[in-house]
Structure formats: structure tokens, C-alpha cells
Nanobody, 115 residues
Framework: QVQLVESGGGLVQPGGSLRLTCATS????????MGWHRQAPGEQRELVAQ???????HYADSVKGRFTISRDNAKSAVYLQMNSLKPEDTAVYYC?????????WGQGTQVTVSS
């Protein structure tokens, strides 16, 4: 089992940037596919970005070109660099780990984009 703790959220102006960090515990981080999901009030939780154990990435169309996901297996961490933020990016962002049929979620970090 892996434990996930998100950090780096906060309040930013439109056009600003944030970098989210997902710190993990456990001995098998490198075997997990990792991802970031977000959920806005009244909305379904949606995939934002994912990165496989081999470093292959995928992004939602709404964030492609603005967000970058990366992982550091030596530090057992995954990151989400968020640039050119828009008000519609406002949501709670959750880190996800997946291995086989198992899924693990962090508690989430709030990102608010407002002037």
C-alpha cells in the first residue's frame, strides 16, 4: 500500500503558475502508475494528467500545453506544473496511484484561480 500527500495548492491570479507535489510513502513507488485528478464543486472528478511507470504521459485536452506531469522515482514523488492558469482550473486536485487492480488517493489540495 502507498500513502499519498499533496501540497502546493493555493490562490493564484489568472495566468499565474503553481507546482503541486505528491509525496508518497511505501517501498514500491516505481511500480505505480501515477496521476492527477481534480474535482470542482458540483462536478465529476476528472483526469487531468497521468504518467506511467515508463514515463509515458497523457493529458486532458483542457490542460494540454499548460500543465506538465513528472515523476522522480528516487524521491518517490510526482509533480504537476501548472502554467497559464484559468478560473476554470479551480478545483481540489488529487494525487492517484494505481497498480494492478488497486487504486490509492491522497486527501487533495485546493487550487483557486481568481483575480
Amino acid at each position: 500500500q502507498v500513502q499519498l500527500v499533496e501540497s502546493g495548492g493555493g490562490l493564484v491570479q489568472p495566468g499565474g503558475s503553481l507546482r503541486l507535489t505528491c509525496a508518497t510513502s511505501g517501498s514500491r513507488f516505481s511500480t505505480y502508475d501515477m496521476g492527477w485528478h481534480r474535482q470542482a464543486p458540483g462536478e465529476q472528478r476528472e483526469l487531468v494528467a497521468q504518467i506511467t511507470t515508463r514515463g509515458i504521459t497523457h493529458y486532458a485536452d483542457s490542460v494540454k500545453g499548460r500543465f506538465t506531469i513528472s515523476r522522480d522515482n528516487a524521491k518517490s514523488a510526482v509533480y504537476l506544473q501548472m502554467n497559464s492558469l484559468k478560473p476554470e482550473d479551480t478545483a481540489v486536485y488529487y494525487c492517484k496511484a494505481a497498480r494492478l487492480v488497486y487504486y490509492y488517493w491522497g486527501q487533495g489540495t485546493q487550487v483557486t484561480v481568481s483575480s
